[in-house]
């Protein structure tokens, strides 16, 4: 089937489905227990699913059982919409092999089941998937018919569309691709470069969308490669790709800010630019926050931002993420509304879609969380929180750094620079660019120092409350970790004697034995007085303001020799950045 017309306005259902729309992240059904070290978030494990190139029908029905709980709570609490992964195993080709034909009649049978589950609570579908997705079937086949790789996800699309009806819409990331390590039938890698590119994906597959009635969401959220790396903040590219589009299938999906779901952030001007349906996306299971290990509360972060877009006509609804995203040991793997293992997760989704959907205020919001969890002293609960956000925002963030904004070539910097999931970053060279960064690195400390004090009085409170047990150890462990941190702020911005550094390197091992979900902190060495890098020569990378400076487009367009230094520094600090995600190397293409 063609498509070559992109309609500006058409009587349909998804008109009507597209007045509100509150979707959270189906993710955590899907993650049964595992053995491995570290545990990528990101999407669903399906290679961790199958044996011997089949689900089998035990891990099917296993799946059904957890989906079925899972949507029965979120919907409870007000979501109407479900998020899951992914197109690429919705739709059947005769060109695949018998095997992964096998493997996908097995996936095909187990959506039919999800989807009907989630039809009969009245719960909309949106599929997750990259632009654009491959494997050898898929490489020999567009090698032999001469086919593009867009024409082969126009059929996709429709494929899928017409084999489930049930399916309300797709969610499209273009910025992003998959990790080094995933392992799968199909595997995603970044293919869209240039707006040019992209706007014309969308006027080459709206259309299907429209003629189905189904929505296409599109996720801005970019990483800096390639030169539509910047869509998450620049308003040049943004106009470029869609200034021309006005399809009413069309959503477009933003996170908050101009980085990742971290603190610190301002709203992501661009919501107020284009008329464009928009949604927000928010995360409540925070990835850079300790994955759900301990509180990180975001009622009155998400307050705020709520409260400026409360009279954009073009908001209309959210996007939330409460399990997907990031990279961890085994005992972060707290799976939200399953498994009884996610209290601060849950506190997050529930008060985000009370504080959207209902235009609740956080008090009223956690009001009826305690209501509902039999905790009888909301006052004294939100008192914690209160010092939950102290903590955060003073024990895990340097605020002094987080409050600056720091861009490398296309991309914003994330706020959490010494932390990144569950490693602390302690290579001396990275340290010593903390220090030049720092202006006052004695208020770090002093920073780390009240956060302490903040857990502390949390603990106390969580006893008031006779908050459960698991509860209480969360706390305690927050409270072990960040006092390690204060210690490890310590020897990164004083000068530590060797018998100091001894004792930090054994209580950090004692630390590591203790509890199954520590961070990693890596061998401690002492650090030099003298510099590792120049401090005049940070300038010719970091910028401080979004706008491009002359030296970045020259850097942007001939990239090797800043390319070969981060090459050269990876190899040098053994960066797990090196090897987790798509890698450092990617950004400077």
């Known amino acids: 089937m063609v498509y070559v ?3 500006t306005c058409y009587t349909c259902r998804v008109n009507r489905t597209t007045t509100h729309l509150h979707i959270i992240d189906a993710l955590g059904p899907f993650c049964l227990p595992r053995d491995d070290d570290i545990i990528n978030w990101s999407k669903v494990p399906f290679s961790h699913l199958e044996q011997n190139s089949r689900l089998s029908t035990t891990t099917r029905q296993r799946i059904v059982e957890r989906f079925k709980i899972y949507i029965t709570r979120v919907h409870a609490i007000g979501y109407d919409s479900i998020s899951v992964d992914d197109l690429a195993h919705l739709a059947d080709f005769p060109f695949y092999t018998d095997q992964t034909r096998q493997l996908l009649d097995d996936y095909r049978h187990l959506y039919k089941q999800l989807f009907a589950l989630a039809k009969a609570q009245h719960i909309r579908i949106f599929i997750n998937t990259d632009y654009a997705f491959y494997n050898s079937e898929i490489a020999t086949h567009l090698n032999e018919t ?16 017409h084999d489930f009806p049930e399916i309300d819409g797709i969610i499209l990331r273009i910025g992003e691709h998959d990790g080094k390590d995933v392992s799968s039938t199909f595997k995603s890698h970044i293919k869209l470069q240039t707006p040019r590119q992209a706007r014309r994906l969308l006027r080459t597959i709206l259309p299907i969308f429209e003629a189905h009635q189904k929505l296409l969401v599109f996720r801005t959220w970019t990483v800096g490669v390639y030169k539509i790396g910047d869509l998450i903040w620049n308003k040049r590219t943004f106009d470029a790709i ?9 959503i477009i999906s933003m996170k908050f800010g101009d980085t990742d779901f971290m603190r610190y952030l301002t709203l992501n001007p661009l919501f107020f630019h284009s008329s464009h349906k928009k949604i927000i996306e928010l995360q409540t299971r925070r990835e850079w926050e300790g994955m759900g290990t301990y509180p990180s509360f975001v009622g009155w972060e998400y307050e705020q931002y709520i409260e400026k877009l409360k009279n954009t006509a073009s908001i209309i609804g959210i996007h939330v993420w409460c399990q997907t995203g990031g990279w961890a040991k085994k005992g972060w793997s707290n799976v939200t509304y399953l498994d ?26 956690v009001e009826i969380f305690c209501a ?31 409050e600056r904004c720091f861009y490398l070539r296309r991309t914003r910097l994330p706020t959490l620079l010494w932390l990144s999931w569950d490693i602390v970053t302690t290579q001396p060279s990275m340290i010593h660019m903390l220090r030049l960064l720092l202006r006052q690195p004695q208020d770090a400390i002093a920073a780390s120092e009240e956060a302490i004090r903040a857990v502390s009085d949390m603990s106390l409170l969580a006893k008031q409350l006779k ?11 927050q409270y072990d970790t960040f006092y390690l941190f204060l210690r490890l702020r310590r020897y990164m911005f004083n000068h530590a004697t060797p018998q100091e550094l001894h004792i930090l390197q054994s209580d950090v091992a004692h630390y590591t034995a ?10 401690l060495r002492p650090l030099r007085r003298g510099q590792y890098i120049p401090k005049q020569s940070l300038g010719l990378f970091l910028r401080t303001v979004a706008p491009y400076r002359k030296r970045d487009r020259i850097a942007l367009s001939t990239s090797v020799l800043q390319r070969s230094l981060v090459r050269y520094y990876l190899r040098r600090s053994r960066s797990h950045l090196a090897h987790q995600s798509m890698g450092l190397d990617i950004l400077f293409e």
């Open 146 to 161: 001469g086919h593009s790789t867009e024409e082969f996800f126009q059929k996709v699309i429709d494929k899928a569309l």
């Open 242 to 250: 869609f200034s021309s589009i006005t399809s009413e299938a069309l």
């Open 467 to 477: 908050l459960s047990k698991d509860v209480q150890a969360s706390l305690q462990f």
């Open 5 to 7: 017309k992109i309609t």
């Open 340 to 365: 009884e293992s996610s209290f601060w997760n849950e506190l997050n989704t529930e008060v985000t879609i009370a504080i959207f959907k209902d235009k609740r205020d956080v008090k009223t919001a």
């Open 514 to 523: 203790m509890y199954p979900q520590h961070y990693t902190i890596a061998h």
């Open 372 to 402: 509902h969890r039999s905790i009888a002293n909301p006052k004294k609960f939100l008192e914690l929180l209160r010092l939950s956000d102290t903590a955060i925002k003073k024990g895990l963030y340097i605020p002094e750094l987080a």
